[in-house]
């Protein structure tokens, strides 16, 4: 059974890191997260609306 060579480990081992690279920056830049500030002034108006 053949083996493989050094060079050829090297080459597969950098393939699947560029994989999981690619696959964490699409996972990173799929989602859309809304900002601190917005939600921030949402709670400021939802708190300061008092019904006595």
Do not use: A, D, H
């Not at 989602?31 to 006595?52: G, V």
Request: charged share 10%.
């Amino acid at each position: 059974m053949p083996q493989m060579s050094p060079l050829n480990w090297w080459f597969l081992f950098i393939y699947f890191i560029l994989l999981l690279l690619l696959f964490s920056i699409i996972n990173y830049y799929i989602f859309l997260y809304s900002s601190p500030i917005s939600k921030k002034n949402s709670f400021f108006k939802t708190s300061l609306n008092w019904k006595w």
